[in-house]
């Protein structure tokens, strides 16, 4: 539906109805714009459903369509006679009334869960070390076995630090050579409780696996796994400040 099409169909019901109404006009009063181009019409459509009653199928088939995002409410409407008059009972039964809130609260946040998952930066990268490819690697693997090469090429994790868009903070490090992930939390741990640094766990936040550790400078070094959308660029800053190694990345097709 676009504001043209509304106004076309709504100034038709005005001219059935016998209103002299301009039905732009009202519809922008409606809905507080001054202009047409005030905001996006109709990026979300609510749909009700009048009947007098509602089979079970239907009922669940809209429950799952506003689990996926929809906003469809089923209103049953029943006419009783009395006397000759016509009453009619309205009642709305999904969602149901006391709990409409709770359903808009879950509705926005499925929606933000949508929002972040198709935000995600999921792009593969082929990437090229002492003229080895390895090819279609998340941006993790990617990054970790690029440093992990310039380690074992003799650059230091001081070094990788100073790079542009690094810092201190994608490291953690032990004042030993440590070959087990299980170890090195451990370390951490007792540097901790002596008023080191807090790890808090946070085994979940580096590569801690017995393979992923770096050894470098007589210490044992883990890596960040947190790695936003710049990925492919913090590579890039690598690739540039040791050009001698000849180091490729690319977004795989």
């Not at 009395?82 to 879950?106: T, W």
């Not at 979940?204 to 959308?229: M, P």
Request: overall charge neutral; glycine content about 6%.
């Amino acid at each position: 539906m676009t504001l043209e099409k509304v106004t076309e169909l709504y100034a038709g019901l005005l001219r059935k109805s016998g209103k002299d109404t301009d039905a732009r006009v009202a519809i922008l009063g409606f809905l507080d714009w001054e202009d047409a181009e005030d905001s996006p019409f109709a990026q979300d459509v609510r749909i009700v459903l009048v009947s007098a009653e509602f089979s079970k199928e239907l009922t669940t088939s809209v429950m799952w369509l506003n689990d996926k995002g929809l906003d469809i409410r089923c209103v049953r409407i029943k006419p009783y006679s009395d006397n000759g008059r016509v009453l009619v009972n309205v009642q709305q039964i999904i969602p149901l009334p006391e709990a409409q809130d709770y359903v808009v609260g879950i509705k926005h946040k499925q929606q933000r869960e949508r929002d972040r998952e198709s935000s995600r930066d999921l792009t593969k990268l082929n990437v090229t070390l002492a003229g080895t490819s390895y090819q279609r690697l998340n941006k993790r693997q990617a990054i970790l076995r690029t440093v992990k090469f310039l380690c074992d090429s003799g650059i230091t994790p001081d070094q990788i630090c100073k790079v542009e868009g690094w810092g201190p903070n994608r490291f953690r490090s032990a004042d030993a050579i440590i070959t087990s992930g299980a170890e090195f939390v451990a370390w951490q741990k007792a540097q901790e409780s002596k008023g080191g640094r807090s790890w808090d766990d946070q085994r979940i936040r580096f590569f801690c696996d017995d393979n992923e550790l770096i050894h470098s400078g007589g210490k044992t070094w883990a890596l960040s796994n947190q790695w936003g959308t710049h990925t492919f660029e913090l590579i890039g800053e690598l690739i540039k400040a040791f050009p001698a190694l000849a180091i490729v990345c690319e977004e795989a097709s």
